[in-house]
């Protein structure tokens, strides 16, 4: 039989369990983020979405008219 002792015991681990697996899906998550942004991020901050997304596309082209 299971003591009052031991179920809380218990549910201190489950809880402990949770926060971690919440902590490391946020961790990979913000990583991932991060991750996406790319080395020059320092320079896109403040431009929208859009703006951001043209500029890596077109970076190093030179358009010739």
């Known amino acids: ?3 009052r002792r031991d ?3 218990m549910q ?3 809880n402990v369990t949770s926060n971690v697996r919440t902590l490391l899906r946020d961790l990979y998550a913000e990583m991932a983020r991060l991750n996406r942004a790319g080395v020059a991020a320092d ?3 403040g431009r ?3 703006e951001r997304a ?3 596309r077109h970076h190093g082209h030179i358009r010739c008219c």
Do not use: F, G, N
Request: overall charge positive; glycine content about 0%.
């Open 54 to 56: 043209l500029t890596e």
């Open 48 to 50: 929208s979405r859009r």
């Open 7 to 9: 179920i809380a015991t």
């Open 1 to 3: 039989m299971q003591t």
């Open 12 to 14: 201190t681990l489950t």
């Open 43 to 45: 320079s896109l901050i």
